[in-house]
């Protein structure tokens, strides 16, 4: 199963992705029929040329990096050696990718969730709220009708000349409306405990993740655990378990991946660089489309790999088809675990202490401020005194 999902992939990254990119760009070539079997005929053709630079580049590169005399024999031998090869490169770019946004989006979907979950309201009633809108909406209604009867818009919007801004305003009051509806629908059990549950099990799926980054850090280095260069476990489903929780470490494992997962696509779509590929409703165009998919392919190939890094899971989801041989390096595997575990806590310290931070800094610079203006006003009257003399 695993070999077919890395072989499909494969075939999506490197034929139907380019091939779906340079037919949105094609247009024929000068002289033939303008139609879609042209641009079709164009799109072959380059993408032909752009597969003979991409393989004589695959083997100027292993023939470098390789003192196997018989890899710069292979130029030909592109199914065994040169797609493993660059699926292993981009692979590890896109590990490095999940390195950098998956801690921030541990910190962003703690943001994020809070704005799904109906936040408790101890100190504030609903009723009275909901109430309290219901009225400005009834006032709002009644100067457009009044205002589309007597032909004065101006005299009757409470200073305002626009019939269509009373509209917005009237638009926002029922958005408003619906908004409290559904928070006062919510059970008062869910309304007050939800929120607070929610941020609980993000935060110990949060340091669940730590705890186990921790662990598989500890154990590569005493020289416990193996490297994650390729699954040489032969488990059979249903018979034995990798987990040594049984079905319930297996659960697990599954629960903080998916975790890992949203976390990943949360922080990637939020870092300054990629906003920009942020799909848009109604406004997204085809090569921002393509590019999407090719980032989520990239980040779903790098998944597995990152989650047998960091001991996640200890089961094989890279396949023979996708195995690496950079997985071998203890230095690498350390210092991804060591650089996953600081980033997060980095950025969950940053999340949940920049409030007090900018309080502090504030006051300090109250302080600093008012002990300048001291300082001033006292040399200021010194040198008074002195000309004074």
């Known amino acids: 199963l695993w070999?077919?999902?890395?072989?499909?992939?494969?075939?999506?990254?490197?034929?139907?992705?380019?091939?779906?990119?340079?037919?949105t760009e094609s247009e024929g070539f000068v002289g033939s029929r303008k139609g879609l079997l042209g641009r079709?005929?164009?799109?072959?053709?380059i993408l032909c040329l752009l597969t003979i630079v991409v393989i004589g580049l695959a083997w100027v590169a292993t023939a470098m990096f390789n003192e196997d005399d018989h890899s710069k024999e292979t130029l030909f031998d592109v199914w065994n050696i040169y797609l493993p090869y660059l699926y292993s490169f981009i692979s590890f770019l896109g590990v490095i990718v999940l390195l950098l946004c998956t801690p921030n989006g541990f910190a962003i979907l703690f943001t994020v969730i809070g704005q799904l979950v109906v936040k408790p309201q101890f100190l504030r009633d609903i009723e009275d709220d909901l109430y309290a809108v219901q009225l400005q909406e009834e006032d709002i209604r009644r100067r457009i009708n009044l205002g589309n009867h007597m032909h004065v818009p101006g005299k009757i919007a409470n200073g305002h000349t626009s019939p269509d801004l009373?509209?917005?305003?009237l638009l926002d009051v029922q958005n408003t409306i619906s908004v409290l509806e559904k928070k006062k629908k919510v059970s008062p059990w869910r309304r007050n405990l939800g929120y607070p549950l929610v941020m609980l099990l993000l935060l110990v799926l949060t340091v669940l993740c730590l705890l186990m980054v921790a662990h598989n850090f500890f154990e590569l280095l005493v020289g416990i655990k193996a490297l994650p260069v390729g699954a040489k476990e032969t488990v059979v489903l249903g018979i034995s378990s990798l987990s040594t929780l049984g079905s319930v470490g297996a659960t697990l494992e599954i629960v903080l991946i998916l975790y890992v997962m949203c976390a990943s696509v949360v922080g990637f779509y939020s870092l300054p660089f990629f906003k920009r590929l942020r799909p848009v409703p109604h406004d997204t165009s085809m090569v921002k489309i393509i590019g999407?998919?090719?980032?989520?392919?990239?980040?779903?190939?790098?998944?597995?790999?990152?989650?047998r890094m960091l001991g996640l899971t200890n089961f094989n989801l890279i396949g023979n088809f996708g195995s690496m041989e950079w997985l071998g390096n203890l230095y690498i595997i350390l210092a991804c675990d060591a650089l996953f575990a600081a980033l997060?806590?980095?950025?969950?310290?940053?999340?949940?202490?920049?409030?007090v931070r900018?309080?502090?800094?504030?006051?300090?610079?109250?302080l600093f401020q008012r002990d300048s203006r001291r300082t001033w006003s006292f040399s200021s009257y010194i040198n008074t005194g002195t000309k004074d003399e």
Do not use: W
């Open 40 to 45: 079709v005929y164009e799109t072959i053709i």
């Open 166 to 169: 009373l509209q917005q305003q």
């Open 344 to 355: 997060t806590t980095l950025c969950l310290t940053d999340k949940f202490t920049v409030k």
């Open 292 to 307: 999407n998919c090719v980032v989520l392919l990239v980040l779903s190939s790098a998944l597995p790999i990152l989650s």
């Open 3 to 23: 070999n077919h999902v890395f072989l499909f992939s494969n075939l999506t990254l490197f034929i139907f992705m380019p091939f779906g990119y340079l037919f």
């Open 358 to 366: 900018t309080e502090i800094y504030n006051r300090f610079l109250m």
